[in-house]
């Protein structure tokens, strides 16, 4: 696509912040390679405006979907009529697609990302022992495709110690061979380590978590789209794990999600994810 038009479909993504979002830098590339004729615009909604501007946005008619960052994965389930089946298992969604009679339908695509995100290193989370630090809405998509992949055994830390246990009890019940328990914030003894809280976002943010030496682990993943390099990836990178940012989990999902948006179009770069380390 040269340019916008009147005839130009829309595309969101809604988060607050909104600044560190990477979605448009992947997305508007492979819609132009396909000769879509959308665009992906980012919409910084203040939280405490969010149930207020949501139907606004939902009544644009030239609006065909939303991307949902943070901190509305949860919230942004009551404008959904009906619910995807990852969506339904963990209780949040980051994507909404505009049906035909003009209601709303939620889905959740992090855990797919994450998976993309470590297909892009050469690392198969099967049998694996994975640490995940954060139980919210990406959290919470993560650990489901994690066991559903087949992981082992799964430790889940959040500051909300109930939280991560009832995120375990969910894992638990839609893969009951995955060992999943609330589990202290300690890399030894896991394979991989998934940090999906947004700490790493601000320049002075340092660690999620004291978190131990990292050089026992064989991959580290961190969410945060922004910075393309944060302090935990620098970390586990000079203790030798193989990192992926943010923008890998991002592109991970991006055709999946796209598909969803009824775009059905293959990758911009013939194929190849970036990986920002």
């Known amino acids: 696509m040269d340019r916008i038009t009147g005839r130009t479909r829309l595309l969101g993504i809604v988060g607050d912040p909104i600044a560190q979002v990477g979605s448009p830098a992947i997305c508007n590339p492979h819609l132009a390679a396909a000769g879509i004729d959308a665009v992906l615009i980012p919409f910084h909604v203040p939280a405490a405006r969010f149930e207020a501007v949501l139907p606004g946005l939902l009544g644009l008619a030239n609006l065909d979907g939303l991307l949902i960052t943070i901190p509305f994965k949860t919230r942004v389930l009551a404008y959904a009529a009906r619910l995807g089946p990852v969506?339904?298992?963990?209780?949040?969604?980051?994507?909404?697609?505009?049906?035909?009679?003009?209601?709303?339908?939620?889905?959740?695509?992090?855990?797919?990302?994450?998976?993309?995100?470590?297909?892009?290193?050469?690392?198969?989370?099967?049998?694996?022992?994975?640490?995940?630090?954060?139980?919210?809405?990406?959290?919470?998509?993560?650990?489901?495709?994690?066991?559903?992949?087949?992981?082992?055994?799964?430790?889940?830390?959040?500051?909300?110690?109930?939280?991560?246990?009832?995120?375990?009890?969910?894992?638990?019940?839609?893969?009951?061979?995955?060992?999943?328990?609330?589990?202290?914030?300690?890399?030894?003894?896991?394979?991989?380590?998934?940090?999906?809280?947004?700490?790493?976002?601000?320049?002075?943010?340092?660690?999620p978590a004291a978190l131990g030496p990292l050089a026992g682990l064989q991959g580290v993943v961190d969410i945060v789209p922004y910075p393309p390099i944060t302090r935990l990836m620098e970390e586990a990178g000079a203790a030798g794990c193989r990192v992926a940012g943010g923008q890998a989990m991002i592109a991970g999902q991006a055709d999946a999600v796209l598909r969803f948006f009824g775009m059905p179009i293959g990758p911009a770069d013939g194929g190849a994810t970036p990986h920002p380390v």
């Open 87 to 207: 969506a339904q298992a963990v209780g949040a969604a980051n994507a909404l697609r505009r049906e035909a009679d003009g209601s709303w339908t939620a889905e959740m695509f992090d855990g797919a990302g994450l998976l993309g995100a470590l297909a892009g290193l050469g690392i198969d989370p099967a049998g694996r022992a994975v640490l995940l630090l954060g139980a919210g809405g990406a959290g919470a998509a993560i650990a489901v495709s994690l066991a559903r992949a087949g992981v082992a055994r799964l430790g889940i830390h959040d500051l909300d110690a109930a939280r991560a246990a009832a995120l375990a009890a969910r894992v638990m019940r839609h893969a009951p061979g995955c060992a999943a328990e609330r589990a202290a914030p300690i890399a030894a003894g896991y394979d991989l380590l998934i940090n999906a809280t947004p700490v790493g976002m601000a320049a002075s943010d340092r660690l």
